[in-house]
């Protein structure tokens, strides 16, 4: 009301020559008023960001709309599938490109590349996710945005061990510009980008993984899954007569009980794998029993007992069915059947189960694995992409719920070694490959 008096007492005492400046005083203030009354209505809430997606946005100075790196299908174990498609993410943006979206691969053949069963990425992981938290990163683009105005240029990538990492750089350099750099896609051929040479540091791989989302009707499997987990603590702390009601920081009570995930590699294949493994690095540091690994476990002391242990393995190929006997008093172990989640995995091919499987690790309070697998490896390196995003890297995850530990190579207390990822390498080389030189910090 005041400054609509205002701007009637400015009209009533202007000079008859000066309208032009009064006219232009009103249309100022009467915007200014108009941002105040609609600006709280455009404005996007900070957590809605992550979903919030705006495809015209500009990346990078250097990442162009029009052009594209199409890659061959992505094959192998789920985590060597994440490695290859980070692989193929960094390479785009190198090439200041956007990644065409490759399709993976849901069953799991290693010769048999006929019996391989394409799925295409947005079937496992969700598309809009992925390019809002990655956007000024990197970008995932569909097929539809190809107009198909020039042929794709080939790249042929180079192999066997003269083609070096510096070889593989200079080509990359090489295809910036020219030719290449003119048409709208350039389509990689040859091996698969798992074999590529690595150019990247850790820390842009753990970017990139933080940005995969699973899509909503696999996370409610792993919801599911971890649920039944934590239903199994609360039994078990019922039956030894001890109280779940606690209270937490913010003053609410009874937070979800704890758990430990640990990714026992004991199946078959593994063993005969990892014995020759160390017969050739002279290593006694590789392979686990399970006895030791359930004695590795017992001398974890981060939670309180009773506590579930779960064990992530591949079941099919398992030799030993009796994998939840032998643990120690007050370490209640359970495996898919035992859960009662078998169905949940049934019904689902080797990709996804895998997904679950690696979720329901990512997400334990505490995580044993073997440093010498990529599975484990990629879940400790998440875990400490968490805690970096968190503030508590310091901690070595011991205070909030992301503890790892190795128990195939012995710490200083002779239990298993506490594990985080080293996020200055400036290489994936020991995440792939695995390493015993491993440590919290």
């Known amino acids: 009301m005041n400054i609509i008096l205002e701007l009637k007492h400015l009209k009533q005492v202007s000079l008859p020559t000066r309208p032009v400046v009064c006219k232009g005083l009103v249309i100022v203030i009467a915007l ?36 594209f790196i199409e890659v061959p299908q992505i094959i192998w174990g789920l985590n060597n599938q994440k490695i290859a498609f980070a692989r193929a993410c960094l390479t785009a943006r190198f090439l200041n490109r956007s990644l065409l979206m490759p399709s993976l691969s849901a069953s799991l053949f290693y010769k048999e590349v006929d019996l391989l069963r394409p799925i295409t990425f947005d079937k496992v992981f ?19 945005e190809v107009s198909n105005q020039t042929k794709p240029f080939k790249l042929q990538k180079g192999s066997g061990r003269r083609w070096t990492v510096e070889k593989d750089l200079d080509q990359l350099l090489q295809y910036r510009r020219g030719e290449a750099d003119d048409s709208e896609v350039i389509e990689i051929i040859g091996k698969h980008p798992f074999l590529w040479p690595d150019h990247w540091p850790v820390k842009d791989y753990a970017r990139i993984f933080d940005c995969l989302a699973l899509v909503p009707e696999i996370e409610t499997e792993v919801v599911k899954v971890i ?28 937070p979800p009980v704890p758990y430990i995930a640990v990714h026992m590699r004991i199946e078959k294949d593994w063993m005969i794998h990892c014995k020759k493994w160390e017969q050739r ?3 006694k540091e590789i392979c686990s029993s399970k006895e ?22 591949a079941d099919s190929l398992l030799e030993d069915n009796s994998i939840t006997s032998g643990w120690r008093v007050g370490m209640v172990a359970f495996e898919k ?11 689902q091919p080797y990709l996804i189960k895998s997904a679950i499987d690696f979720e329901v690790c990512v997400r334990a309070d505490v995580f044993v ?37 190795a128990y195939n190579v012995i710490g200083d207390d002779g239990g298993p070694q506490r594990w985080m990822t080293d996020m200055s390498d400036t290489s994936l080389q020991n995440l792939s490959y695995g390493t015993n030189n491993i440590s919290c910090h």
């Open 32 to 67: 200014i008023v108009l941002r105040a009354i609609v600006s709280p209505f455009l404005a996007v809430n900070p957590s809605e960001k992550e979903g919030f997606y705006d495809p015209t946005a500009d990346l990078l100075p250097g990442i162009r709309r029009g052009k």
């Open 126 to 144: 969700d598309f809009t996710k992925f390019n809002a938290r990655c956007q000024g990163f990197v970008r995932l683009a569909r097929y539809s």
């Open 227 to 254: 649920s039944k987990i934590r239903e199994a603590g609360i039994k078990a702390r019922h039956e030894a007569g001890i109280s779940h009601n606690k209270h937490v920081k913010d003053g609410t009570m009874n």
């Open 281 to 283: 690095s002279n290593s």
């Open 292 to 313: 030791e690994i359930i004695h590795k476990v017992s001398q974890i002391t981060d939670l309180r007992r009773p506590v579930v242990v779960y064990l992530a393995v």
């Open 337 to 347: 059947k035992r859960l009662g989640v078998t169905d949940i995995y049934n019904r």
């Open 369 to 405: 694995g073997n440093s010498f697998s990529t599975f484990s490896n990629l879940v400790v390196l998440s875990r400490t992409q968490r805690l970096y995003n968190m503030g508590e890297a310091i901690s070595c995850g011991e205070n909030v719920g992301l503890s790892s530990y």
